[in-house]
């Protein structure tokens, strides 16, 4: 047998470029398998709801059992109630295996080598990941921040869209920094001209703000949102797209046919939906959480940024080791959080007992540093 090393200098040479540069999964998603390793842990490092979901989802998991052996249907009863609560024909949604699918075919459908896009910095890094391995051309635009809160600069943003862009896209609010964008910048970015993906997976989390009427007035935006968050789902891989006819037409076509959402997912975020008042009390329990979570850490003399999202930024420049000195010593307290660049620290919002833990552990590290 040839060697490990050979064989894959050989299919090295044979992949995409990107496959050369592009960095391990794995490793990315080394946070994950740290907090499965050790269920003791309080896992506040992905943005998942820390509760379980509607007792309604047991039944529908339950019921999934029956229709095992058989292929969902393309226009399952998820997708026709997703088009009532939008108030659009089931055409313009569009379910996919988490948002994150429907986020990646609509990279593919607009970028190749080369394309132009134009995203903010610092955001999701999931974005970058999958356009880099599209080879695209990243025109960041970096967010600006104060002691207390990151904002787009929407000036800056439109003024980096050129002939060249093929997609803007748009987290709000965004992930890690926890800053919305007005509806009224939201529709200034679209009126732009190349299509907007509007990535929402948090807008649960920032309930004065509707969205809904955007897909009404623009044809180019393509919203993403997902069971991941609000709805205790993230095990399950569900989320959705809602767009003009036309642009969720050819997203679709770069969705694998038919292979992605169980029926297990579709009856789970059927049953996720229908349960608004469980819904409302997660957020609702979230958000006051969050705003607890802000204030306290901020009496600690930490700067944890303005959040509309399920998570706290916090700043960790000034910690040994930056964000990722911080999340170490965090986790010696049994807490996983994650360390992201720019010197972010980002915190899940957990139950109360799970971020009382943190700001244990946060007033034991302020006071080992008097
Ligand atoms: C900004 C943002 N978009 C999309 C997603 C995707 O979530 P999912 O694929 O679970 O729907 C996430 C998950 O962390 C996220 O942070």
Redesign the pocket.
């Known amino acids: 047998m040839k060697s490990e090393a050979r064989t894959g200098e050989r299919l090295e040479a044979l992949a995409v470029p990107a496959a050369r540069v592009l960095p391990s999964s794995a490793e990315y998603l080394a946070h994950l398998d740290l907090a499965d390793a050790d269920r003791s842990l309080i896992r506040l490092a992905?943005?998942e709801n820390t509760e379980p979901p509607s007792p309604r989802v047991r039944k529908a998991l339950q019921d999934a059992y029956d229709v095992a052996n058989l292929s969902p249907p393309t226009m399952p009863p998820l997708r026709l109630a997703l088009a009532e609560r939008y108030a659009v024909d089931p055409g313009r949604i569009l379910l996919s295996a988490?948002?994150?699918e429907v986020?990646d075919a609509t990279f593919r459908t607009f970028v190749r080598a080369g394309d132009e896009v134009v995203l903010a910095r610092p955001s999701?890094p999931v974005y970058r990941r999958r356009l880099e391995a599209l080879e695209a051309r990243i025109v960041e635009v970096p967010l600006v921040v104060t002691d207390t809160a990151y904002a787009y600069d929407v000036d800056a943003l439109v003024g980096a869209v050129t002939r060249r862009t093929k997609l803007v896209v748009v987290?709000t609010p965004n992930?890690p920094t926890g800053n919305a964008m007005r509806n009224e910048d939201v529709q200034r970015v679209a009126r732009v001209g190349p299509p907007l993906l509007l990535?929402a997976?948090?807008a649960d989390f920032d309930p004065g703000v509707d969205l809904r009427p955007i897909v009404h007035e623009h044809d180019n935006v393509v919203l993403?949102r997902?069971f991941?968050k609000a709805y205790c789902l993230?095990g399950l891989?569900i989320?959705y797209a809602v767009g003009g006819l036309s642009l969720l037409d050819l997203v679709d076509r770069f969705l694998v046919p038919g292979s992605s959402v169980s029926s297990a997912g579709l009856n789970a975020a059927l049953a996720a939906l229908e349960d608004d008042a469980y819904h409302r009390r997660q957020v609702k329990r979230i958000v006051a959480e969050r705003d607890r979570l802000i204030a306290a850490l901020r009496t600690l003399g930490v700067r944890a940024y303005d959040s509309c999202g399920n998570f706290v930024a916090i700043d960790a420049s000034a910690h040994e080791g930056g964000s990722h000195g911080l999340a170490a010593t965090l986790l010696e307290h049994g807490i996983v959080v994650r360390p992201l660049a720019d010197g972010i620290l980002r915190v899940t919002v957990g139950r109360e007992r799970e971020n009382d833990a943190v700001l244990a552990a946060l007033t034991a590290v302020a006071g080992a540093a008097r």
């Open positions: 992905s943005n988490g948002s994150t986020i999701w987290c992930n990535d997976a948090y993403t997902t991941s993230a891989r989320g």
